[in-house]
């Protein structure tokens, strides 16, 4: 059992390396093989036994909300045409009323301000965030495999990887204290470093079990690198009051923010479903893979 029963999705960002697809298209909502990548998410949430999911949108974004929603008239015509698998999919796929939440975050201003924009839903409980671009194929869900570690730990988590030197200035990156098997005792958080300031390579990925109190932090709305409000900034304000772990998950991240990561996630994903994967690899081998 989780002790997380809430997840928040921020998803208010404007995915601008993925521009021209994003002009109008919310970058969540391209399909990996033939789901959106927001599907993935909410999927991964539910099975590691969420049972409120709050997304904080921005504008233009509301076609996530209709995608979640029971489309009367797909359902209708999938049954006049007696569609039973597609239609059976469709109805498992739909998250039971009053389950999923939506809120707008106004103005871009950053991971941090998009997370406390959901202080009222989330109200006095840990609960986890998921970034969506980080797509994690894994045996168990890394929501679940974090969520394990709150259950044990009562503090903070945080799914962590080692990155090339070269990439530390992509994120935040943990000032590591003591090691116990996957798990590391985070000492400090640096938003973004560069490679000579970097306390480490261990690098945040988008997935967090918080305690509320992050939102004592994040109320007071101070911008950090960027001109943002930053969530590391928000975690590192918890260490010292509270266990504050980085996990280094089973599975594999794809950053589907980025062309080449969401390329990635394609060619792994239809790679591991039985009906595509001997036709995933005539197609690599066409394009020169061995
Ligand atoms: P990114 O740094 O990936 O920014 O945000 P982005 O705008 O989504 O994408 P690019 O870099 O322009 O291509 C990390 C996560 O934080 C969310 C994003 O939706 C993404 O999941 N976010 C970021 C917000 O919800 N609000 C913000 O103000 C900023």
Redesign the pocket.
């Known amino acids: 059992m989780t002790a997380v029963r809430k997840v928040v999705f921020?998803?208010?960002?404007?995915?601008?390396?993925?521009l021209p697809a994003t002009r109008v298209l919310p970058?969540e909502m391209l399909p990996v093989v033939d789901k959106p990548i927001i599907q993935y998410a909410l999927e991964e949430a539910a099975e590691a036994g969420a049972e409120q999911f709050i997304f904080?949108t921005?504008r233009g974004k509301s076609i996530i909300e209709d995608h979640f929603d029971r489309a009367f008239e797909l359902f209708q015509t999938l049954e006049e045409k007696q569609k039973r698998t597609a239609l059976e999919q469709l109805t498992y796929d739909t998250p039971a009323p009053g389950k999923v939440i939506f809120t707008r975050?106004q103005e871009?201003?950053?991971?941090g301000?998009?997370v406390w924009c959901a202080r009222h839903l989330v109200r006095d409980e840990p609960f986890g965030v998921i970034?969506?671009?980080d797509l994690i194929q894994s045996e168990r869900p890394c929501m679940a495999q974090l969520a394990d570690v709150h259950a044990r730990t009562g503090g903070s988590v945080v799914a962590v990887m080692e990155v090339p030197e070269e990439q530390t200035s992509r994120y935040g990156i943990v000032n590591p204290g003591r090691r116990d098997g996957d798990l590391v005792e985070v000492r400090g958080l640096v938003e973004k470093p560069d490679p000579s300031d970097a306390p480490s390579r261990l690098a945040v990925i988008?997935r967090y079990v918080l305690t509320p109190q992050v939102f004592d932090h994040l109320s007071r709305h101070q911008t950090g690198a960027g001109g943002?409000i930053q969530l590391t900034d928000a975690m590192e304000s918890l260490i010292g009051r509270q266990p504050f772990h980085g996990l280094s998950f089973e599975g594999r991240r794809f950053d589907c923010?980025d062309k080449l990561g969401y390329l990635e996630a394609i060619v792994a994903l239809a790679s591991s479903r039985d009906e595509l994967a001997e036709g995933m690899q005539d197609i690599l081998r066409r394009y020169g893979a061995r």
């Not at 998803?11 to 390396?17: C, E, F, K």
């Not at 871009?108 to 991971?111: D, E, H, S």
């Open positions: 921020p998803v208010a960002g404007l995915g601008t390396r993925m970058k904080i921005g975050q871009p201003r950053g991971l301000h998009a970034l969506v671009d988008g943002e923010g």
